[in-house]
């Protein structure tokens, strides 16, 4: 069992979790900024004014990936630090802008190959309120593509391109059930705004072809010089049948991943909705002019892959609801037989189950032919994690064995699945902002002290990170 000798492995982390600095230099607002005030939307009043600091830290951040042996790191610009208001015919910042090249400069100075996500949920707040942000179909992908190009400009030295991080996340989480910014959603209790039947669908959609056009750009304008590669990374959980033997729960098993995955996927590898969402959604999901699908379809150099768990599936009879997005089905932790997914963690949604890993790397390389995948995020929290303090919350065993298990898990995908699996990105560098969940929830193979400082300190599953991938990539 073994990964190829240039298989590439690091670290990945985004800009709002972990910059702070939000009002430094000509930032202008992002809606997770605006978010953050709301009162009862983040835990304990939490936002990202401070998180690791790392927009002063630049050097400390490189210094620690060098430590823990990283070939890569996965990291997100702000938008808003680039072009405050955000549109295409507003003012760039220029010291937004240098504070990155100057970044993937010494980066590359440190032997660390970057790779850049363009959009990491922090839209600028400005947009929003000029036109509705991602629900604009003509206003925002344009913007987006204008972006994109000051910086594919700016940034010619970076060759691997992430467009947007988990546009399911920005669809759902955000106009659905309104957990994240901007926080739509059909229920009264909690948003003045939003329609869960409707909204996220047509945001997924822009999504779509706002990538569509920033991948044009850069295959137009700059690959042909820069060379690179650029892709989308898309989340989504493995699944298995509440009841094997029932065959509505193996199909609705195949629906969920279809519901998460390919309503992003199937569009960029097949220029087509799947049918399953067709069936469910009708009209409501967006019908592709020419002109989007042109842009969409084949738009994917590589598929980024973000994954943490799975689910067991149990169908629903009946009619779905107009706000389900899950595909007329139901989670579950345990199976017909009393089996577990696996353990708790300190999210909700997260259960470590690493045959998923390889099982969901398996169905993306059979559906999608085999294309090149970058792990663009895995990890874990762990139950109780933050009532520690130094030595102990540095012994992380339980993140220590996630990864052991999940990088073991991919391996067998690669030496004997035969999948394309390039690289591996651990989520996250650092303890960061979790999004609603504020710091109460760490994801990190460092620790952060966020009293004391922001100091940073690596736990073991950081540490051991470099002997893990050592032991499975083959040395020529
Ligand atoms: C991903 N869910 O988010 C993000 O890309 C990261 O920014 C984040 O910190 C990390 O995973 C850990 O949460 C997700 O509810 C957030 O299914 C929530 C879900 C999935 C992914």
């Known amino acids: 069992m073994s990964l190829p000798a240039d298989f590439l492995w690091g670290f990945a982390t985004a800009s709002f979790q972990i910059e702070?600095?939000?009002?430094?230099?000509?930032?202008?607002?992002?809606?997770?900024?605006?978010?953050?005030?709301?009162?009862?939307?983040i835990a304990h009043g939490a936002n990202g004014d401070v998180a690791c600091d790392s927009y002063n830290r630049t050097a400390e951040d490189i210094k620690l990936l060098k430590e823990l042996g990283a070939k890569c790191y996965r990291f997100s610009l702000s938008w808003s630090r680039i072009i405050p208001l955000g549109g295409r015919n507003d003012p760039i910042n220029q010291k937004g802008l240098d504070h990155y090249v100057k970044f993937v400069d010494d980066l590359l100075e440190a032997g660390i190959t970057p790779f850049i996500t363009l959009y990491h949920w922090d839209a600028p707040d400005a947009l929003d309120k000029r036109y509705g942000g991602l629900l604009n179909r003509t206003e925002f992908p344009l913007?987006?593509?204008?972006?994109?190009?000051?910086?594919?400009?700016?940034?010619?030295?970076?060759?691997?391109w992430i467009t947007f991080n988990e546009p399911w996340c920005s669809s759902i989480l955000a106009y659905s059930t309104g957990y994240f910014?901007?926080?739509?959603?059909?229920?009264?209790?909690?948003?003045?705004?939003?329609?869960?039947?409707?909204e996220p669908w047509i945001v997924g959609h822009n999504l779509l072809v706002a990538h569509g056009r920033a991948v044009k750009v850069y295959r137009e304008e700059f690959k042909p010089a820069n060379g690179g590669q650029i892709g989308i990374t898309l989340n989504g959980d493995y699944t298995y049948p509440w009841d094997p033997e029932d065959p509505e729960d193996v199909k609705a098993a195949n629906r969920k991943i279809e519901?998460?995955?390919?309503?992003?996927?199937?569009?960029?590898?097949?220029?087509?909705?799947?049918?399953?969402?067709?069936?469910?959604?009708?009209?409501?999901?967006?019908?592709?002019?020419?002109?989007?699908?042109?842009?969409?379809?084949?738009?994917?150099?590589?598929?980024?892959?973000?994954?943490?768990?799975a689910d067991y599936v149990k169908h629903k009879t009946g009619a779905a609801h107009?706000?389900?997005?899950?595909?007329?089905?139901?989670?579950?932790?345990?199976?017909?037989?009393?089996?577990?997914?696996g353990p708790e963690t300190q999210s909700f949604w997260l259960r470590p189950n690493p045959e998923g890993f390889r099982g969901l790397i398996v169905w993306l390389s059979k559906r999608y032919g085999y294309?090149?995948?970058?792990?663009?995020?895995?990890?874990?929290?762990?139950?109780?994690?933050?009532?520690?303090?130094?030595?102990?919350?540095?012994n992380d065993e339980f993140r220590v064995k996630y990864f052991h298990d999940y990088a073991h898990a991919l391996a067998k995908a690669v030496s004997e699945d035969g999948c394309d699996v390039k690289g591996y990105m651990a989520w996250s560098l650092m303890d960061n902002f979790e999004w609603a969940e504020g710091y109460e929830t760490r994801f990190g193979c460092t620790y952060v002290d966020y009293e004391g400082g922001q100091t940073r300190t690596a736990k073991e599953s950081g540490k051991q990170m470099k002997g893990l991938f050592d032991s499975l990539i083959k040395n020529d």
């Open 20 to 41: 702070g600095a939000t009002k430094q230099d000509g930032r202008g607002p992002s809606i997770w900024d605006t978010f953050c005030e709301i009162e009862g939307k």
């Open 143 to 160: 913007d987006f593509e204008s972006y994109a190009r000051v910086v594919f400009k700016a940034i010619p030295k970076c060759k691997n």
């Open 181 to 198: 910014a901007p926080g739509h959603t059909s229920d009264r209790t909690k948003s003045p705004i939003g329609d869960s039947s409707r």
């Open 259 to 309: 519901f998460a995955i390919s309503w992003f996927a199937d569009p960029i590898y097949f220029g087509k909705y799947p049918d399953s969402m067709l069936e469910q959604l009708g009209d409501r999901l967006p019908t592709f002019t020419d002109e989007e699908r042109a842009l969409v379809q084949g738009s994917n150099d590589f598929y980024g892959m973000n994954h943490y768990t």
């Open 322 to 341: 107009e706000d389900d997005f899950l595909g007329n089905l139901e989670t579950t932790s345990y199976d017909k037989n009393g089996n577990c997914i």
């Open 371 to 394: 294309p090149p995948i970058y792990v663009t995020e895995n990890g874990t929290s762990i139950k109780g994690e933050n009532d520690l303090k130094p030595p102990e919350i540095l």
